[in-house]
């Protein structure tokens, strides 16, 4: 037992500590999120290419901040724009990471969700660098789901679900294609 949770049981009864769930700093869970998918791309890709964090994931011009990109030079934007960035620029794919919780089902079809704002945040950043919006999903207990707009999926890998013009695919099953897939 740590000191926190000696603590814990000489101050709050065992009923309410039950009930008392550890809050979670969401920057750092994203931020962790983040790092992982790096190295999940940087091992795939160890002999073509290096992935990076984007200083503070991309919010300096992303998503409702891309009026600030006109200010930039194609190298900076590069660096400071979605959540991953690519050292070798004929990588295809802008990637927008998030890690939530959960995604419930009826976010599929709610216009007002989370799910309807990532998609809206990965196709602004894409289209500010000029590439494919890629949306990388991490939930709890689950293995990393990815989405690309239709006319960017993969014709060789068959999607696990399509929504809203984008094709759902599991993130390691997406891996497996060939170089020729993600880069130019």
Same mark, same amino acid.
């Given at each position: 037992?740590? =000191? ?6 000489? +101050? ?23 790092? @992982? ?16 964090? !984007? ?13 600030? *990109? ?5 190298? &900076?934007? &590069?660096?400071? !724009?979605?959540?991953? #960035? ?34 809206? &945040?990965?196709? !602004? ?6 590439? #494919?919006?890629?949306? =990388? +999903?991490? !939930?709890? &207990?689950?293995? $990393? =789901?990815?989405? +690309?707009?239709?006319?960017? *999926? ?9 929504? @809203?013009? $984008?094709?759902?695919?599991? /993130?390691?099953?997406?891996?497996? /294609? ?7």
């Amino acid at each position: 037992m740590n =000191i926190e949770d000696e603590f814990l049981k000489e +101050v709050i009864p065992d009923k309410q500590r039950s009930n008392r769930k550890k809050s979670l700093n969401s920057k750092k869970k994203g931020g962790r999120g983040e790092r @992982e998918c790096k190295d999940i791309f940087n091992n795939r890709f160890k002999n073509i290419a290096i992935f990076s964090r !984007t200083p503070g994931s991309g919010n300096y011009v992303g998503g409702a901040n891309a009026y600030k *990109a006109k200010n930039l030079s194609e190298e &900076q934007l &590069q660096m400071m !724009t979605s959540d991953l #960035f690519c050292n070798n620029a004929k990588f295809k794919f802008s990637i927008e990471h998030k890690f939530y919780a959960n995604l419930d089902f009826y976010d599929l079809f709610n216009k007002s969700s989370n799910l309807f704002k990532w998609y809206e &945040q990965s196709e !602004t950043d894409a289209r500010l660098l000029k590439k #494919f919006p890629m949306l =990388i +999903v991490k !939930t709890n &207990q689950h293995k $990393r =789901i990815v989405f +690309v707009k239709l006319e960017h *999926a993969s014709k060789s890998l068959k999607p696990v679900f399509v929504h @809203e013009g $984008r094709c759902c695919y599991w /993130l390691e099953d997406l891996l497996t /294609l060939p170089d020729e897939y993600f880069f130019n």
